[in-house]
């Protein structure tokens, strides 16, 4: 899976999202401070903001192109996503939550199911579970295997585990790296933490005030 | 009380129930377009339905016996095309109850509305879900509590609806008289003691019905 942004422009409050690149790694890690850009850069990228110019291609296939005014919605893009609050549907159990992506129609073989990916993400004692009585951890597992239901072709991570404490961020990691090498969805991960890009990334590009400034291995970019 | 009095009674509650529900389906769809759509016009749209809060009561029951009379514009269409007769009969309480409730239905579920964390929609729409399902399993399952609760307060408002009801239905006896309008007729007729019953049965059953939609509203929603 390749992922291209082109002469891309988002204006935000005090910058301008301005940004060329391509994403070809299974995992490619965006790094930099708050208020860099790098939510908006997921939003763009899934649909759910729209840029000035621009255009945005998956594979072979442009999705957004500002000027010939293609805009592929969200819902038709298959481009999952995991914001930072998670925003798992409180009025739902674990179970609707999970079947609520779930296309059947796009299913090409038996890894996307909701056993299999549940037993992946050791959630299957929890699918009769009210979200919101579930602990951090659990409600991130939950998470992600929504997003993984949905068949996505991609997966944004936008800090998913900026709420939890070192513990249990380092027992999550092995389910993010069981998406990618399970399920081969490619991820593009969202961290201000130098210890996950590390742990996770294959590549990591740096943003700051809307601009990639630089990329490279996380050992160059921790450095 | 008197049979007469309880028949005043009952036909209240069924007209302020019947508006209710007439304004539901309207009142919720412009309560989320206010909130969740930009569009021309709506700044205009949102005066027009807060205009019964702040106009006499008794100017927009003029404007309703004006456009809903036989002559009328809307009243000749109405008479022409169903055979309804609508001022100076029970449709004319409903109509009234229904217009004077209308923008405390739409304020309510509009703040409903905005309390829903857009986000939440926005997941919805990357996991598939087309405009119609996010508003039909995510907005509104969310915003029901609010929404009942202005359903609740335009039933009480409809419960004591007087000025525009009396210009566009007028009191006729077994007809168009509701508890507001027995209590205005008895006072004026100087039978004081026929109207203390009906005061204390609306004072009863408006408390009652504020109480639930305080309840109702203040009762802690997932988000």
Redesign the interface.
Known sequence: MSLQLRNIRLPLADFALETDAIFDQPITGIFGPSGAGKTSLLDLI???RRPVAGAVQVDDKVIFDAADRLNV?????????V?Q?L?L???LKVRANLL??Y?PALIENELFTLGHVAEVMEITPLLERNV?TLSGGEQQRVAFA??IL?APRLLLLDEPMSSLDSRLKKRLIPFLLRIRDEFRIPLIYVTHDAGELVALCDEVLMLERGRLIGRGSPADVVA | MTAEAWQIVFFTIEVSALSTLLILPLGVAVAWLIARREWAGKAVVETVVMLPLFVPPVATGLLLLMLFSRRGPLGSVLQRGFGWDIVFTWRAVVLACAVMSFPLLVRTAQAAFEGV?S??E?????????EWRVFA??SL??ATRGIVAGAVLAFARAMGEFGATAIVAGMIPRKTMTISLSIYQNIQLGHDAAALPLLFVSIGIVFITVLCGQIISTRKR??
Do not use: K, M, Q, V
């Not at chain 1, 919605?73 to 996503?81: A, D, K, S, V």
């Open positions: 899934s649909g759910l919605p969200p819902r038709l893009r298959r481009i999952g996503y914001p609050d925003a549907f409180p009025h609520y992506g296309r919101t929504r997003a949905s | 964390s986000r939440f926005d997941i919805a729409r990357t996991l598939g879900a087309s399993t995510i399952p969310l997932p988000r």
